[in-house]
DNA sequence: TTGTAGGCGTTATCAG
DNA sequence: CTGATAACGCCTACAA
């Protein structure tokens, strides 16, 4: 069944046909009537493949993730392609992994399908080195590349971040305002916005003075419990008296460590997680957590996207900032700071 | 940049140039070379929608799923997609969130777009009523339909469940058998998956002669704390010291509602969830859970999709068995029964 | 082993 | 308002 069958049926040209198929050119009523009717009938529908061969698109954009299962990705994906199909395009979703490699290979593999733009989501497609981005730089040249929670310069690259800097820096000045002294930062990986999140935190140590056997940050990686034992080796020799870190999970973990110290939270241990997840509500008590406002900055992201789909100016790079939102993990004199501000 | 400038180049024809891309046909190792340098230096790939044209496949399957922000359905979508990219299947992803509709839309729309298969991630693509599935069953006469953790009879449909019905049957006997008398069982929608557990729950409750008031179920949806609501209301009317749920943040609720009465878990109150999750680990005392096994399920789902592509013969259903993972809100007579089964 | 030519189903450009 | 026809880029008989 094709556009020939259809023309046929309906006694006109398949140029005809097409027109009332795209809306496009005068058709006379009744003849657009009539090959509407058909195309009813026989349940007619254009090949894809042909238009895009045509058109040179099929409106999809490919969208490379890490991992789809990790909560904060699977939350930005999800309203990604909800934002995307709400505009007409489909998404084709690719799992890299954490590897570097792999993670070329699939952006040069979503290239050759065609897609008409391309999303990074998640801050581990930035990496630190310039020489190790240039796989980026040159898939831009083709199509649009948005960068979800990642900054990279660069003509044709956009992107959408939180500004997980001044996040971690005016949360962790704030702890200390509650007489916390020895803060500790744990994070996992250093991406583009685990680095941010790190200087942040750092930066306010800084400013309040600390010195740097004051104040502790530690690299983790794994399970809960792994966050659990790393804690357990790490008070043999630092004394902490808050904990803030890049996740949720961690703060999970950190929570579990205080509670088998046997230390009250957060009286002793004040604990501040990242990403405001739905992990921050199962525990008790409930987790205070640092709100980087995914949803905001998934839309923004589309909204560049179609800009720059539709060669419009677009900044290249719009920093949101986040939110703190307070639950149990944290002081009330925490809370007060947080409302006042 | 296409087949006709690499033929120019080389001195051949597109058709040589065709067959070294596709490694079909005889082709002289020297030509072969020539050309495959020539396309390395000029950085060609070919046109996927001209391929998708002329082959009538791009090699992508669809995926429907409700709500990819959801833990278990973001799991799954994980396994579909890492398994079918690597036998060379591209995934399109689609959600439709939970009404009906939509869902029939969008199914449609997927199937205009020439995908190779469709894959129904989650129970809530099957309605209760034959009719409503109509959709389903036509879409099946396209191109095969696999659908996990749903069942479905008829061509071209093939599923890969949990044998829910089962799994809740066992576990709920296993509880009773430790001296429980009055079970709840909390769920959220009455899927396929939802109806199985459901029917599984209450046929444990009969073999063991329990009387139409000694056991309890609800539907509970929304939030954590609709469902400590939902049981501080219960509790008003009803008697029950073990709680199993369809999901394992129903099975947090409980755990906080069990928290707030100053009920003892699991002594007072023995609590299972379903799915496994990462929520399984973040409480305390942490979760015991059945787990259903979503990467067999997938796995599974992409073997049966690949033979029904090939055209080879595949069972219409698979039903992998269940497995309970205990932690702390089940009591240790329930462990020990778990083991020695 | 290699080349020629037709077909895949649209869209778009021109004439009429 | 409508129709004929040329792309679009690839694959694959079939011919040489």
Known sequence: MNIYDISRQAGVSIATVSRVLNGSGKVSEATREKILSIIKETGYTPNAFARGLGLNTMNTIGILCADSSDPYLALAIYHVEQELRSHGYDSILCCTGYDYQTKVKYLELLLSKRVDAVILAGSTFVEASPAQNRHILDAAKEVPVIIINGYLEGRGIYCSVCDDFDALRAATKRVLDCDRKNP?????????SGREKLRGFEAACLDYGLSREAYHTGGVNGSIYDTINFLEELQKQKHFDMILTSDDELAIGALKFARARGLSVPEEMSILGFNNSRFCVCCDPELSSIDCQLSFICANAITLLLKALKGEPAPAKT???????????????FARACHTA
């Open 319 to 333: 920093a949101l900032s986040a939110q703190i939102v307070v639950r149990g993990t944290t002081d009330t004199a």
């Open 184 to 192: 500790l930062y744990l994070y996992r990986a250093l991406s583009y």
